[in-house]
């Protein structure tokens, strides 16, 4: 299920989305309630995938609210924050981050390879055009689709 979803928002930011309109699928209350479903839906996501809920969220930033790809990004971040924080504080409840207790050298490479690569993205972010950025996403989200899929 996660797999055709991936395949179906990609979809959606390739051919349902014209990146220079900026002009939101949806207005008004339709917006609203689609937008508050979607998030729910999202954060369930997020939840059982343990990840941030990004790589959802900016597709849906992008074609219903009109973000450009760049603001749906900034927007991501600030919205998976409490996401991820929901997200830890449950997995840590159940002991689901013993591994990482056990794996402490190969986490702290991880954490700072991330945090080396979101400085340097967000210096990329400036450079990159957003036509190069919206089909790298569709193509990310292509890439898990199969992933998840072999993986099921």
């Known amino acids: 299920m996660i797999a ?3 395949v179906v928002i990609a979809g959606v930011l390739v051919f349902g989305h014209d990146p220079s309109a900026g002009r939101p699928l949806l207005v008004g209350t339709a917006q609203l309630v689609v937008g508050i479903i979607a998030a729910f839906v999202i954060g369930i996501v997020a939840s059982l995938l343990g990840v941030a809920g990004g790589e959802l969220l900016i597709p849906i930033l992008v074609p219903l609210f009109g973000a450009d790809i760049k603001l749906a990004g900034s927007l ?25 207790g056990r794996n402490r050298a190969f986490l702290l490479l991880m954490a700072a390879g991330s945090v080396a690569g979101a400085f340097i993205g967000g ?3 400036g ?6 950025l919206l089909p790298t996403l569709a193509a990310i ?4 689709a ?6 099921g």
Not at 141 to 144: H, I
Request: charged share 15%.
């Open 4 to 6: 055709i979803l991936l």
């Open 127 to 132: 450079i990159v055009p957003d036509a190069v």
């Open 76 to 100: 991501s971040l600030a919205v998976s924050l409490p996401t991820m924080l929901v997200g830890f504080t449950r997995y840590s409840r159940d002991w689901n981050f013993s591994v990482l």
């Open 123 to 125: 210096l990329l972010l």
């Open 141 to 144: 989200l292509l890439v898990s």
């Open 146 to 151: 199969v992933k998840v899929w072999r993986h």
